[in-house]
């Protein structure tokens, strides 16, 4: 664990994301999974969220009772797999505000291709959460960070399920402010740039797509 990286090493986050790493485990199953896996990874990336206090009667007494402090925060799914990680963690934060950065890996280039970007405003006031299962080169992460940042973003935290050291040093290169939050840290990336051992294809696994 360094500044920069975060690896949540709880036992249920463990355990879960052994049976999503599975491959006999179905669509249904995974799914069920990564919203589950994402609630408890988007504790750990909360946990030092600005607090206020506001004044509230109990049924016993009034008090100064420990609320959330500034604007809404913003949750950023990296389409199409973020989506998944986007389900669980708005059950958590439901008054989050949402965006979208649509990306591609050109297959023979691994480099990302934009096709779509819509975020909420006021973002340079925000707490911003970019939601990507998989760090694995970490061309399109840094991409969609980098879109983040031209939109006003000043505060921002990388939410992944599992990140390749190759993707976890792109990002410290190419943005060093932003910490990275994940279940773990594989060992490597294949000739194809899929993470090993890894679980597959997020997307795919999520939506039941080849």
Same mark, same amino acid.
């Given at each position: 664990?360094?500044?920069?990286?975060?690896?949540?090493?709880?036992?249920?986050?463990?355990?879960?994301?052994?049976?999503?790493?599975?491959?006999?485990?179905?669509?249904?199953?995974?799914?069920?999974?990564?919203?589950?896996?994402?609630?408890?990874?988007?504790?750990?990336?909360?946990?030092?969220?600005?607090?206020?206090?506001?004044?509230?009667?109990?049924?016993?007494?009034?008090?100064?009772?420990?609320? =959330? $402090? %500034?604007?809404?925060?913003?949750?950023? &799914?990296?389409?199409?797999?973020?989506? /998944? *990680? =986007? $389900? %669980?963690?708005?059950?958590?934060?439901? &008054?989050?505000?949402?965006?979208?950065? /649509? *990306?591609?890996?050109?297959?023979?280039?691994?480099?990302?291709?934009?096709?779509?970007?819509?975020?909420?405003?006021?973002?340079?006031?925000?707490?911003?959460?970019?939601?990507?299962?998989?760090?694995?080169?970490?061309?399109?992460?840094?991409?969609?960070?980098?879109?983040?940042?031209?939109?006003?973003?000043?505060?921002?935290?990388?939410?992944?399920?599992?990140?390749?050291?190759?993707?976890?040093?792109?990002?410290?290169?190419?943005?060093?402010?932003?910490?990275?939050?994940?279940?773990?840290?594989?060992?490597?990336?294949?000739?194809?740039?899929?993470?090993?051992?890894?679980?597959?294809?997020?997307?795919?696994?999520?939506?039941?797509?080849?």
């Amino acid at each position: 664990m360094t500044d920069h990286l975060t690896i949540v090493d709880h036992p249920l986050v463990q355990h879960k994301l052994s049976l999503m790493r599975d491959r006999e485990t179905p669509t249904a199953v995974f799914r069920q999974l990564l919203r589950e896996i994402s609630q408890l990874l988007a504790y750990e990336i909360t946990r030092e969220l600005d607090m206020t206090t506001r004044a509230i009667e109990t049924p016993m007494q009034a008090m100064d009772a420990p609320v =959330l $402090d %500034g604007k809404k925060l913003a949750l950023i &799914s990296i389409l199409r797999a973020g989506n /998944g *990680l =986007l $389900d %669980g963690v708005l059950e958590l934060i439901p &008054s989050a505000r949402v965006g979208f950065v /649509g *990306l591609y890996r050109d297959e023979e280039t691994l480099q990302p291709v934009e096709y779509y970007f819509k975020v909420p405003t006021e973002l340079e006031d925000r707490l911003v959460i970019a939601l990507d299962p998989m760090l694995a080169t970490g061309n399109s992460s840094a991409a969609a960070v980098t879109r983040l940042k031209e939109a006003g973003a000043r505060n921002i935290r990388f939410l992944c399920l599992l990140a390749a050291p190759e993707g976890v040093a792109r990002m410290a290169e190419a943005h060093p402010d932003v910490p990275i939050v994940t279940a773990a840290l594989d060992h490597k990336l294949n000739d194809i740039g899929y993470i090993v051992p890894g679980l597959g294809d997020a997307g795919d696994r999520m939506f039941g797509t080849k």
